[in-house]
């Protein structure tokens, strides 16, 4: 099995990013097969500049184009064997709703999950990155409040993935929902940046920075109600999951007051919201 689950990209990513590059690294040997999920899309000219960049980046055979638009071929059962011989999935950015009613709760769902269990890498540009998780923020517009966010794929559970994070300024979306799922984390992830998802943690690559976000766990043995934190974390970058605090009194009471475990060349600031 691949070490690499997730390779979830931020928005304004060229076809010949280092953020696919490092995609490629973990799936591209000679006889490595990758497929292009295009469905968010809406313009051929942009798939076919994606194939052609992966292939500049080292890909050895073309990637395969998933013809997928509608649900009707969301639900063929004929993808089980086309995913059986894929080793890396991309999936580009568009339009996120047309991603969501497509593949949510579809047989490609189902096929996806099964095949990141066998090891497959799953990468994902802007909203095919955001769609990964449980929850999606699909508007900016404030009049919109109560369709902000809808049901992710659910591919990476108890996450929420929001691409383009700070330059469309969406750390107080994101510290607004953290505040009712008090046990979920928030993976905000700059524009040309990554984050690399593996079993034992998370690492940033790219030029930008990801933001690490969770509803304080001493909450519920403090006064003054929830305070979410947010852990930034540069190029070169990495965390352990198991340095991430867990809503459960032994690990608060050994946790308290210590920061996370990280490697790279610079600090990870660990800051305390006021709500």
């Avoid at 928030?186 to 690399?196: C, K, R, Y």
């Amino acid at each position: 099995m691949q070490s690499v689950v997730a390779i979830v990209m931020g928005g304004q990513i060229s076809p010949v990013d280092e953020c696919l590059a490092v995609f490629l690294s973990q799936v591209s040997d000679v006889g490595a097969r990758v497929a292009i999920l295009p469905t968010a899309c809406d313009n051929p000219q942009v798939v076919q500049a994606y194939t052609r960049g992966l292939l500049e980046l080292g890909l050895h055979r073309p990637p395969l184009i998933l013809p997928i638009w509608e649900r009707a071929q969301a639900e063929d059962r004929t993808l089980w064997r086309i995913f059986s011989q894929i080793d890396g999935l991309l999936i580009l950015g568009g339009n996120v709703i047309r991603l969501l009613r497509v593949v949510r709760e579809s047989q490609l769902r189902c096929i996806l999950q099964q095949a990141l269990v066998a090891g497959m890498v799953i990468a994902g540009i802007s909203a095919g990155a955001a769609v990964l998780g449980d929850l999606v923020f699909v508007s900016d517009h404030p009049l919109s409040s109560n369709r902000r966010w809808q049901s992710g794929w659910g591919l990476l559970p108890r996450i929420v993935i929001v691409p383009h994070f700070r330059q469309r300024r969406r750390q107080k979306i994101l510290m607004q929902l953290l505040m009712h799922y008090p046990t979920w984390l928030g993976v905000g992830v700059d524009e040309a940046t990554a984050a690399v998802l593996s079993p034992k943690g998370i690492h940033a690559t790219g030029s930008g920075q990801v933001t690490l976000m969770m509803a304080n766990p001493l909450a519920p043995y403090l006064s003054g109600g929830s305070l979410p934190w947010a852990i930034h974390l540069q190029a070169g970058q990495s965390l352990a999951w198991d340095t991430l605090p867990i809503p459960s009194l032994p690990m608060i009471i050994t946790r308290a007051g210590m920061l996370p475990t990280v490697t790279g060349t610079a600090d990870i600031m660990l800051h305390f919201f006021k709500q």
